[in-house]
């Protein structure tokens, strides 16, 4: 089964407009990352937060991780049409840190 | 520097034909990890490999997959006998190393169709 779970599937806002997608996952992990994938081919690395951090910030980005409830966002701000892409985080549980799971993303669309 | 590649980037076959797909790590990167990601699906883990220790092969899904990893370099992830289900685009990634840093670089994939 898959460990992470993002939330909404699909999103489709306005350029301008924040993004905020949705991560649950079950098990304690080491670290949480997102990343992006365009047209379904390489993902590209976006952020990595650690499971002693709570919020992590990366130029437009915003991530937060509550361990407690198993949960972590992310936002985009100021969204422009070339963040239009799928949205992944991946889990590494305790004793695995190699090992990502994956949830099936959100897909964002940001029309112009 | 150049980035993971893989080859090649789009892959027809016949149902039963035996596939061989390429990946290129980033020099110096001694983790690989091959991931299989089905249309409109997350990515599913299929092997790693770390240096000269013995790869993690628990994802693969059946006997027909196998990888192999020529010491810290070229890897190859071959599929015998291919079904339709095997349709998928694969994903190689690497990463410096797994204790300090767990950052993946994803290459572009391969696009396998088994019609």
């Known amino acids: 089964s898959q460990q992470g779970e993002e939330d909404p599937q699909a999103l489709s806002i306005q350029e301008g407009e924040n993004a905020t997608m949705n991560c649950s996952y079950k098990t304690s992990i080491n670290n949480l990352q997102w990343y992006r994938q365009n047209s379904g081919r390489g993902l590209v690395h976006l952020i990595l937060?650690?499971?002693?951090?709570r919020e992590k910030h990366s130029g437009r980005l915003r991530v937060t991780l509550d361990t407690s409830k198993k949960s972590s966002s992310l936002l985009i701000t100021a969204s422009r049409a070339a963040d239009t892409a799928s949205y992944f985080c991946a889990t590494d549980a305790r004793g695995s840190n190699y090992k990502l799971t994956f949830g099936k993303g959100t897909l964002l669309t940001v029309n112009p | 520097g150049a980035g993971v590649s893989q080859s090649p980037s789009n892959k027809v076959t016949e149902k039963g034909k035996d596939v061989e797909l390429r990946c290129d790590p980033i020099?110096?990167?001694?983790?690989l990890y091959w991931y299989r990601q089905r249309l409109g699906q997350g990515l599913e883990f299929l092997i790693y490999f770390q240096g000269n220790s013995a790869p993690d092969k628990s994802g693969l899904p059946s006997d027909r997959f196998s990888a192999e990893r020529t010491g810290e370099s070229v890897s190859t992830l071959t599929i015998q006998r291919t079904q339709q289900e095997d349709s998928a685009v694969y994903l190689c990634a690497s990463s410096l190393d797994t204790t300090y840093r767990y950052e993946q670089y994803f290459g572009p994939g391969t696009r396998l169709t088994v019609t």
């Open positions: 937060i650690r499971s002693n951090e």
């Open positions: 020099s110096g990167h001694t983790a």
